[in-house]
């Protein structure tokens, strides 16, 4: 059999564009904003996790020019050879202290960092214990591992302690959990998490990659929003939402952060962070510390966007504090539709469809910037009404509206 034939057998991205309801790579023609211009429409952008809205703040925007100058485009090679400059050091160590950390260590991407810590710091004698839930790079970097992965339900913690109780006495044991969950904005029970790890001899590892700048009176994430900086072993987070670059790191103590540099594969053989990305996260890092009202800011017009949805009736998925607003949807055909009505009246929000969602519980993910103003709330928040509140639930009505909008 031709390997190539799963190629074309798959029709689903044919059958979305045929019906011109495609979701995916719309291309950006401006920094990402508040609001943005997309193939010639101003869209009010509540779809990005940009939540600081630093990304096109000049002062990030001037450090990666002069990072650029100063160090070039790239290092063309590994942190483990030549690809280490001082400003990997210096942000690597301001990270660490803005933490309260020991060490940091920086990746190239998010999901790369996942990848080279599970992988480095688990292998077949050890046990992940891992949310549902958990970020698509937790679960690949658990195969990678080589360790034995088992799941608990979502944020059910009786479970967690069932499988605790159940496991090995002679196997190392990692609680992986996202801090702040991508899709629904929930916070996990970070302290029943600390309280059983402690109680049955396991490390903590928190992805922060949505709760960095959004969560604690400083912005340092779940940890510090639950006063348990001292009490999670490893945090991961990424420098692609908060910190306005691309990238990630892993904090810990400075003998575990060693060993990563040394063992995970991951890090050893890929290229450096950018020079210019990792000044951009520096720069944003430095901002984020003389400008902690940012978060404040953050979470009122999450919240005001929160009672705006509310207060129009519509389904939000989860109350949470986080700038992260999932509506349900529910049919998937009525999703993509919904989306194609929004970016078409000047929305950009994201689609979630199975299996990134149960099957009729398909949902549009709303996300917010810290520089949104309530004027283009109200106009986001009145033009999903309008759409939502007049599209049938109805798979066949919806057919029929997408034909004859589509014609």
Not at 214 to 227: D, P
Request: aromatic fraction near 8%.
């Amino acid at each position: 059999m031709d390997i190539f034939k799963k190629c074309s057998d798959y029709t689903t991205a044919d059958d979305a564009r045929s019906l011109g309801i495609y979701p995916y790579f719309h291309a950006l023609e401006t920094k990402q904003g508040p609001e943005v211009m997309m193939e010639g429409r101003r869209e009010i952008m509540i779809g990005s996790n940009s939540y600081l809205g630093l990304t096109g703040d000049p002062r990030v925007i001037k450090a990666g020019v002069k990072a650029l100058e100063e160090f070039g485009s790239g290092v063309s090679g590994s942190r483990f050879l030549n690809g280490t400059t001082t400003l990997h050091m210096t942000l690597e160590k301001e990270l660490a202290a803005f933490l309260q950390k020991e060490a940091v260590v920086t990746f190239s991407t998010g999901f790369q960092t996942n990848l080279g810590i599970i992988s480095g710091i688990a292998g077949h004698d050890d046990i992940i214990f891992s949310d549902r839930e958990n970020h698509a790079s937790i679960y690949d970097g658990a195969k990678l591992s080589y360790a034995t992965m088992v799941r608990y339900d979502h944020n059910d913690m009786k479970q967690l302690e069932e499988l605790l109780q159940k496991a090995s006495p002679n196997k190392g044991r990692l609680i992986i959990t996202d801090g702040v969950f991508s899709m629904s904005g929930d916070i996990c029970n970070l302290p029943e998490i600390v309280r059983l790890a402690k109680q049955y001899g396991a490390r903590v590892m928190v992805d922060d990659a949505h709760a960095l700048g959004v969560l604690g009176a400083h912005g340092r994430g779940t940890a510090e929003y639950f006063g348990l900086e001292k009490e999670v072993d490893i945090i991961m987070g990424t420098f692609s939402k908060s910190l306005a670059s691309i990238g990630g790191y892993m904090a810990a103590d400075h003998k575990v952060i060693d060993y990563i540099r040394h063992k995970s594969r991951p890090f050893i053989f890929s290229a450096a962070l950018t020079p210019a990305n990792a000044a951009c996260a520096l720069e944003a890092l430095h901002i984020l510390e003389k400008e902690p009202e940012r978060v404040q800011a953050l979470l009122a017009i999450a919240e005001y966007a929160r009672q705006k949805f509310e207060h129009n009736g519509l389904p939000i998925v989860h109350k949470s504090i986080v700038p992260i607003i999932p509506i349900y949807t529910y049919g998937e055909l009525r999703t993509l539709v919904a989306c194609k009505l929004l970016f078409e009246r000047g929305v950009y929000v994201n689609s979630v469809l199975p299996p990134a969602a149960p099957e009729g519980q398909c949902l549009i993910r709303t996300s917010y910037m810290a520089t949104h103003t309530k004027a283009q709330i109200d106009e986001a928040v009145a033009i999903i009404g309008d759409v939502l509140n007049h599209l049938p639930t109805d798979e066949t009505e919806v057919r029929a509206l997408l034909a004859k909008h589509h014609g």
